[in-house]
């Protein structure tokens, strides 16, 4: 729900008052320079996170409370809220979930992730099961992250691949399994940085956390020693603890299942790629050779190859002339194709041996190989990349996150327009910036478009120098696409007219690194590695090895996995109902606090909020065929639901009948053709209460009747033990000998305002046994209405007030049992008793179910401090009142109840009722001692009830604070009787 604090804006956009893209801007920017930022913004269940780029403590347990089986409209804005969202409609409706997390590099997309995964790893199961797959979902974070992230110059964690993490659950809604797909790798940082980014955090994780048996096994130095570390002149990140991360690195390779000699052999590997970047070549002849032998050999010691094989697949190239038959030469590399040799081999080393992690957290995901029924994904891909000098890698991921936009676009402004006007719902179009026409530029089959364009290149290479091969492409291109709006090439370079901002490409590269295959010389090499992991990475092709010829077809590019894994990205989300977050990054200095209004203004554009905002704002929040709405809410109209069966008429009608018999607005439900559209996410959110509440009350019902059958031989020891707690020592009113004990007269389970009240004065878990309405003395002795509540810990008493026709409530006053020293009741037939207490005032009141307070008073006191607590009978009751005064009451026998006060003596006439020796034990009941306290009728959980009803049952004694007509005859003077106290043993 909104806020209507104007200092902080208003929590959902769409509620905003002037809808324009500098007002969302504006309500962005108030918000997260407030003293307390607020990250968190709803666009209806669209997630706004701007990054604070600090820990603001806004997770763990006791957020999770807040917001765990609440709707979002009850709580502030929060991931958490989102996050119970995917989990609750992924448990109640059966169906897979997925969250979509985007924005630019440095917005805060990955911890935004792993802020979901840790709030479902808390609110899920605990088996043992559960338990080892959370750990691993957990765990396998920092693994990945070391060696999928870096720091660039917008980010200091910045994911340098895309994952799309499904979390699958079992039929309880507990994680039973997962799989992590992995996309686009940026395996070119290996070998390069630009200045003031770092390489893929696992190596310097090793060079300051490793010991020093292997430091010295591995060779390892100072990072600037290491040429693929150096280039871009950044060795720590503020606020990173390399040594602490390579130990956590260590640990969730063992929870994930990698053993000790895997885990040995991996870090050879990521040794022996530092070692390999410090291979450097000079000119020899023709070709070239390695200038420094003992770089080589470390490199091949670590990669347990020999050297001479590893510097013959680096300086030269084995071509084979003619056909399959021909013959076979050895064509030498000059110093810079041998270097590209060299970066290659990394690359691919690096390239393979993440592919292998991934696919190991899968392995450990499915050990238990458990059914699952659904899933929640989530997708923490690459954000949108705007750098001075953009290449091929940054032309991908681009495109990828171009195909997010589209998919967004299409479910939230195009496909929701199109099935208003396809449902007949009355509707004015909205415009927005459709990305398609950028998409096909890249992707497109027909004409063909830039993946195609640079494929066709690459398979016509004939030559290791890519520069001819870049210039042809991009004279293909601007062949291809003459005059078109998104595309303009330019010398060496082109720029496309992206959703998210013009960027220009540098062509140098671009097919070299599109066709990403590596010599077979240098894959031999690796497949005689005597370190059985690293040939394992490198698998025999079996047709090779057998001899058989090889197949004459065009080997995958780097451009077409990542197309074909963008689409298979697209069919997986539209198997699941999409959840958002934007994310937006704040400024360029990753500086808290600090708020760029170009910087946010651009993204709040390219991320289409304003639009978004629109279509929200005339928009229905939601829409269900009218057979689902049905089903889920029939339960809400007697019209629909009931003991006769279900509803047998047309769904279109039962959705009618379900909204026209809860009073819904005209204005906020319409019927489609094959849906039934509601406006507002409140009237949603009422719809959800309103099941709950129903589905809660059908609960209480069950569970009254069945507690009611329990205690109902419960109930006859009470009777029994109050008749004889009661026998010889008071007489006894005649409508209360027979009262059956209820225990609960103010019908707790349907108050909830006051046990909202009553709860937070609990301390601990505390459980209701006695409700009623009472009548008390003030100090002037004028009676005052209470409510009153025994629980096993205390009394409590409330005032009540109505404000607007509904009951308001305040705590007066809780005495703790502990603190009750006895009870003390008159001898007549009259209703009042005393609690009394050295330690506090005395609490007397007066209620007709006094005979069953006391019998649970002295059960209560037995079972909380295992002490008796005494019953005692007399004519005259003195307590203590504020001020340290005492006052005082006198009973009297009468013919009629009056009450008079004389000075501190407050007379009580009291008609006569039943004998004192009369005997109300109910017949076949036997007091038992050794029974446990009472049970108790209304449990510790609050009821999901609105408003509160007036409170049925209990009251006072008619007539009490007022004389009674009687017969009409003179009242006689009060004699008092003779002061004889009495104590009943408390049995």
């Given at each position: 729900?909104?806020?209507?604090?104007k200092?902080?804006?208003?929590?959902?956009?769409?509620?905003?008052?002037?809808?324009?893209?500098?007002?969302?801007?504006?309500?962005?920017?108030?918000?997260?320079?407030?003293?307390?930022?607020?990250?968190?913004?709803?666009?209806g269940p669209?997630?706004?996170?701007?990054?604070?780029?600090?820990?603001?403590?806004?997770?763990?347990?006791?957020?999770?409370?807040?917001?765990?089986?609440?709707?979002?409209?009850?709580?502030?804005?929060?991931i958490?809220?989102?996050?119970?969202?995917?989990?609750?409609?992924?448990?109640?409706?059966?169906?897979?979930?997925?969250?979509i997390?985007?924005?630019?590099?440095?917005?805060?997309?990955?911890?935004?992730?792993?802020?979901?995964?840790g709030?479902?790893?808390?609110?899920?199961g605990?088996?043992?099961?559960?338990?080892?797959?959370?750990?691993?979902?957990?765990d396998?974070?920092?693994?990945?992250?070391?060696?999928?992230?870096?720091?660039?110059?917008?980010?200091?964690?910045?994911?340098?691949?895309?994952?799309?993490?499904?979390?699958?659950?079992?039929?309880?809604?507990?994680?039973?399994?997962?799989?992590?797909?992995?996309?686009l790798?940026?395996?070119?940082?290996?070998?390069?940085?630009?200045?003031?980014?770092?390489?893929?955090?696992?190596?310097?994780?090793?060079?300051?956390?490793?010991?020093?048996?292997?430091?010295d096994?591995?060779t390892?130095?100072e990072?600037?020693?290491?040429?693929?570390?150096?280039?871009?002149?950044?060795?720590?990140?503020?606020?990173?603890?390399?040594?602490?991360?390579?130990?956590?690195?260590?640990?969730?390779?063992?929870?994930v299942?990698?053993?000790?000699n895997?885990?040995?052999?991996?870090?050879?590997?990521?040794?022996?790629?530092?070692?390999?970047?410090?291979?450097?070549?000079?000119?020899?002849?023709?070709?070239?050779?390695?200038?420094?032998?003992?770089?080589?050999?470390?490199?091949?010691?670590?990669?347990?190859?020999?050297?001479?094989?590893?510097?013959?697949?680096?300086?030269?190239?084995?071509?084979?002339?003619?056909?399959?038959?021909?013959?076979?030469?050895?064509?030498?590399?000059?110093?810079?194709?041998?270097?590209?040799a060299?970066?290659?081999?990394?690359?691919?080393?690096?390239?393979?041996?993440?592919?292998w992690?991934?696919?190991?957290?899968?392995?450990?995901?499915s050990?238990?190989k458990?059914?699952?029924r659904?899933?929640?994904?989530?997708?923490?891909?690459?954000?949108?990349?705007i750098?001075?000098?953009?290449?091929?890698?940054?032309?991908?991921i681009?495109?990828?996150?171009?195909?997010?936009?589209?998919?967004?676009?299409?479910?939230?402004?195009?496909?929701?327009?199109?099935?208003?006007?396809?449902?007949?719902?009355?509707?004015?179009?909205?415009?927005?910036?459709?990305?398609?026409?950028?998409?096909?530029?890249?992707?497109?089959?027909?004409?063909?478009?830039l993946?195609?364009?640079?494929?066709?290149?690459?398979?016509?290479?004939?030559?290791?120098?890519?520069?001819?091969?870049?210039?042809?492409?991009?004279?293909?291109a601007?062949?291809?696409?003459p005059?078109?709006k998104?595309?303009?090439?330019?010398?060496?370079?082109?720029?496309?007219?992206?959703?998210a901002?013009?960027?220009?490409?540098?062509?140098a590269?671009?097919?070299?690194?599109?066709?990403?295959?590596?010599?077979?010389?240098?894959?031999?090499?690796?497949?005689?590695?005597?370190?059985?992991?690293?040939?394992?990475?490198?698998p025999?092709?079996?047709?090779?090895?057998?001899?058989?010829?090889?197949?004459?077809?065009?080997?995958?590019?780097?451009?077409?996995?990542?197309?074909?894994s963008?689409?298979?990205?697209?069919?997986?989300?539209?198997?699941?109902?999409?959840?958002?977050?934007?994310?937006?990054?704040?400024?360029?200095?990753?500086?808290?606090?600090?708020?760029?209004?170009?910087?946010?203004?651009?993204?709040?554009?390219y991320?289409?909020?304003?639009?978004?905002v629109?279509?929200?704002?005339?928009?229905?929040?939601?829409?269900?065929?009218?057979d689902r709405?049905?089903?889920?809410?029939?339960k809400?109209?007697?019209?629909t639901?009931?003991i006769?069966?279900?509803?047998?008429?047309?769904?279109?009608?039962g959705?009618?009948?379900?909204?026209?018999?809860l009073d819904?607005?005209?204005?906020?439900?319409?019927?489609?053709?094959?849906?039934?559209?509601?406006?507002?996410?409140?009237?949603?959110?009422?719809?959800?209460?309103?099941?709950?509440?129903?589905?809660?009350?059908?609960?209480?019902?069950?569970?009254?009747?069945?507690k009611?059958?329990?205690?109902?031989?419960?109930?006859?020891?009470?009777?029994?033990?109050?008749?004889?707690?009661?026998?010889?020592?008071?007489?006894?009113?005649?409508?209360?000998v027979?009262?059956k004990?209820?225990?609960?007269y103010?019908?707790?389970?349907?108050?909830?305002?006051l046990?909202?009240?009553?709860?937070?004065?609990?301390?601990?878990?505390?459980?209701v046994?006695?409700?009623?309405?009472?009548?008390?003395?003030?100090?002037?002795?004028?009676?005052?209405?209470?409510?009153?509540?025994?629980t096993?810990?205390?009394?409590?008493t409330?005032?009540?007030?109505?404000?607007?026709g509904?009951?308001?409530?305040?705590?007066?006053?809780?005495m703790?049992?502990?603190?009750?020293?006895?009870?003390?009741?008159?001898?007549?037939?009259?209703?009042?008793?005393?609690?009394?207490?050295?330690?506090?005032?005395?609490?007397?009141?007066?209620?007709?179910?006094?005979?069953?307070?006391?019998?649970?008073?002295?059960?209560?006191?037995?079972?909380?401090?295992?002490?008796?607590?005494?019953?005692?009978?007399?004519?005259?009751?003195?307590?203590?009142?504020?001020?340290?005064?005492?006052?005082?009451?006198?009973?009297?026998?009468?013919?009629?109840?009056?009450?008079?006060?004389?000075?501190?003596?407050?007379?009580?006439?009291?008609?006569?009722?039943?004998?004192?020796?009369?005997?109300?034990?109910?017949?076949?009941?036997?007091?038992?001692?050794?029974?446990a306290?009472?049970?108790?009728?209304?449990?510790?959980?609050a009821?999901?009830?609105r408003?509160?009803?007036?409170?049925?049952?209990?009251?006072?004694?008619?007539?009490?604070?007022?004389?009674?007509?009687?017969t009409?005859?003179?009242?006689?003077?009060?004699?008092?009787?003779?002061?004889?106290?009495?104590?009943?043993?408390?049995?």
């Open positions: 729900m909104a806020s209507k604090n200092a902080v804006g208003v929590d959902d956009m769409v509620m905003l008052r002037k809808v324009t893209e500098p007002a969302v801007v504006e309500n962005l920017k108030i918000r997260y320079t407030n003293s307390v930022p607020l990250i968190y913004t709803y666009i669209v997630l706004i996170a701007t990054n604070p780029y600090k820990d603001l403590h806004l997770t763990g347990e006791q957020f999770v409370k807040q917001y765990r089986g609440q709707f979002p409209h009850e709580n502030p804005p929060h958490y809220a989102l996050a119970e969202e995917a989990y609750r409609a992924m448990k109640s409706d059966g169906t897979s979930q997925c969250v997390i985007s924005g630019e590099s440095g917005a805060g997309k990955t911890e935004s992730a792993k802020i979901i995964m709030y479902i790893s808390m609110v899920s605990k088996s043992d099961k559960v338990e080892y797959v959370k750990r691993v979902i957990l396998s974070n920092p693994l990945l992250e070391a060696f999928g992230n870096a720091k660039t110059l917008r980010n200091n964690n910045s994911s340098r691949f895309g994952k799309y993490f499904e979390i699958q659950f079992d039929i309880a809604g507990d994680p039973c399994g997962g799989k992590i797909t992995n996309y790798l940026e395996k070119s940082r290996v070998v390069y940085q630009q200045h003031g980014e770092r390489n893929f955090h696992i190596f310097y994780n090793l060079l300051s956390g490793a010991t020093q048996e292997e430091m096994y591995y390892l130095y990072p600037h020693h290491f040429f693929y570390l150096k280039q871009g002149g950044c060795y720590q990140v503020e606020g990173v603890d390399d040594r602490t991360d390579y130990g956590l690195v260590r640990a969730a390779m063992t929870t299942g990698i053993d000790g895997d885990q040995g052999a991996i870090m050879s590997l990521v040794a022996g790629i530092l070692h390999l970047g410090n291979v450097t070549f000079c000119a020899s002849g023709q070709g070239s050779q390695v200038a420094d032998a003992q770089a080589l050999e470390l490199a091949a010691s670590l990669l347990c190859v020999e050297p001479q094989m590893l510097t013959q697949a680096l300086c030269y190239r084995v071509l084979q002339s003619g056909s399959a038959r021909g013959s076979t030469y050895n064509s030498p590399l000059n110093a810079e194709q041998a270097t590209g060299r970066d290659a081999l990394a690359r691919e080393i690096y390239s393979r041996l993440f592919d992690l991934v696919q190991k957290v899968n392995v450990a995901l050990m238990y458990s059914p699952f659904n899933v929640i994904g989530i997708l923490d891909i690459y954000g949108f990349e750098f001075e000098n953009n290449g091929f890698e940054q032309f991908c681009n495109y990828v996150n171009e195909k997010l936009q589209q998919y967004f676009i299409q479910l939230t402004l195009a496909a929701e327009q199109d099935e208003y006007i396809r449902e007949g719902i009355k509707w004015t179009p909205i415009d927005f910036f459709n990305n398609q026409v950028v998409c096909e530029l890249i992707e497109g089959a027909k004409p063909p478009g993946f195609l364009l640079n494929d066709d290149i690459c398979a016509q290479m004939h030559a290791m120098s890519g520069g001819n091969t870049d210039e042809k492409f991009l004279e293909k601007a062949g291809m696409f005059g078109h998104h595309f303009r090439p330019a010398g060496t370079r082109f720029t496309i007219v992206h959703y901002g013009d960027v220009t490409y540098s062509i590269g671009f097919t070299e690194k599109n066709k990403d295959t590596l010599f077979a010389d240098l894959v031999e090499v690796m497949q005689m590695s005597s370190l059985p992991f690293l040939a394992a990475l490198f025999v092709d079996p047709a090779a090895a057998s001899g058989a010829p090889a197949q004459k077809k065009r080997p995958t590019t780097a451009g077409y996995k990542i197309k074909s963008a689409q298979a990205l697209m069919q997986t989300l539209s198997g699941c109902n999409p959840h958002y977050i934007r994310c937006i990054k704040p400024n360029e200095n990753k500086r808290s606090g600090e708020w760029d209004d170009g910087r946010c203004q651009h993204q709040v554009k991320l289409g909020l304003y639009e978004n629109r279509v929200k704002r005339a928009g229905y929040a939601y829409r269900a065929p009218f709405f049905l089903e889920r809410y029939k809400l109209s007697k019209n639901w009931g006769w069966g279900d509803w047998n008429g047309s769904a279109l009608e959705c009618r009948k379900i909204c026209t018999d819904l607005e005209p204005t906020q439900w319409q019927m489609g053709k094959s849906k039934i559209f509601i406006r507002h996410p409140e009237t949603l959110f009422h719809l959800e209460e309103l099941l709950e509440l129903h589905d809660r009350m059908c609960a209480v019902k069950i569970q009254k009747s069945w009611q059958w329990q205690i109902q031989k419960k109930a006859l020891d009470q009777r029994a033990r109050a008749a004889q707690i009661m026998r010889g020592n008071k007489e006894r009113q005649r409508l209360s027979d009262r004990f209820t225990g609960d103010m019908n707790l389970d349907y108050n909830r305002r046990f909202d009240v009553l709860k937070a004065s609990f301390d601990g878990t505390e459980v046994l006695f409700s009623d309405q009472i009548i008390k003395l003030n100090r002037r002795n004028k009676p005052e209405r209470r409510d009153f509540v025994l096993t810990h205390a009394c409590y409330f005032s009540r007030t109505v404000v607007n509904e009951a308001e409530y305040k705590l007066s006053r809780r703790p049992l502990g603190a009750v020293d006895g009870v003390e009741l008159s001898r007549l037939a009259d209703s009042w008793l005393c609690l009394r207490s050295q330690k506090e005032l005395d609490l007397l009141f007066e209620n007709d179910k006094k005979t069953e307070l006391v019998v649970l008073l002295v059960e209560a006191v037995q079972a909380l401090a295992n002490r008796k607590l005494p019953v005692s009978f007399m004519d005259r009751i003195s307590f203590k009142v504020k001020g340290g005064d005492t006052r005082e009451l006198a009973f009297f026998p009468a013919s009629a109840t009056a009450m008079k006060k004389m000075g501190r003596v407050l007379q009580i006439c009291v008609p006569g009722g039943l004998p004192a020796s009369y005997d109300s034990t109910p017949a076949g009941a036997v007091p038992s001692a050794q029974r306290a009472a049970t108790p009728v209304a449990r510790g959980a009821p999901a009830t408003g509160a009803p007036a409170v049925r049952g209990g009251g006072a004694v008619r007539g009490a604070g007022a004389p009674s007509a009687g009409g005859r003179p009242l006689p003077v009060p004699q008092p009787a003779q002061q004889q106290p009495a104590a009943a043993p408390a049995q």
